[in-house]
């Protein structure tokens, strides 16, 4: 392997043939510092520093360390014609929420090329928006809470979309990063909206 940073993966799929990455890790050859996250690098030799020597034919591109992420849990409310998804940090859902599943993972804080991913909430409408503005919807739409953070543009560290669709009989805004699942959604009356960000 060359004498740059790499980028060394574990992918499982499970049984409805979903990927997920469940271990990553950089490394580098010719005794380049190694670097996993903000806390591993010191003062003196930042994450955003050049590690690769130009003269070796590699890119000397700064490679920033990107945090850890977690799971955000979707749920999801039923009763008439009504319909809400909502994510919370917990697999434990509020009272009349069925649980679904784990649906993304986000990292935890800010880093180069990240930006928050918030939820609002619509009393009136009973309805959860995932957006990358907090004001988005106001006044109707009150800011929720902050999910985690996702990427702007699409790496392979985060190649998966996330897209965003709205049912307007149901008056439910519906987030995934599954194409199954946003293909299904269409078919069921949900139009797309729109691509928000990339996750893992």
């Known amino acids: 392997v060359s004498p740059c940073p790499h980028l060394l993966e574990i992918r499982a799929t499970d049984t409805d043939g ?12 010719e005794g380049a510092p190694l670097c996993l996250s903000d806390d591993d690098c010191d003062d003196d030799d ?41 994510f919370g940090l917990s697999s434990s859902p509020p009272p009349g929420y069925q649980y679904q599943r784990a649906g993304l993972h986000l990292y935890d804080s800010s880093a180069p090329g990240l930006v928050p ?17 907090s004001t988005e919807g106001a006044p109707t739409y009150i800011s929720d809470a902050t999910l985690g953070w996702c990427a702007t543009q699409s790496t392979p560290d985060h190649a998966n ?10 008056a439910d805004h519906f987030v995934t990063k599954d194409p199954g699942e946003w293909t299904a959604a269409q078919a069921a009356g949900y139009d797309l909206e729109s691509t928000i960000c990339y996750v893992p």
Request: proline share 11%; aromatic share 8%.
């Open 161 to 170: 979309p996330i897209k965003r669709l709205y049912s307007p009989t149901a």
């Open 117 to 133: 991913l918030y939820q609002v909430w619509c009393a009136v409408c009973t309805d959860h928006m995932q957006t990358l503005s």
């Open 18 to 29: 979903n990927p997920r990455i469940i271990a990553r890790r950089r490394f580098f050859v």
């Open 46 to 86: 930042p994450c955003t520093e050049d590690l690769c020597d130009p003269d070796t034919g590699c890119s000397n591109t700064p490679i920033p360390c990107l945090p850890a992420t977690h799971p955000v849990h979707r749920s999801v409310y039923t009763s008439g014609g009504t319909t809400d998804h909502m």
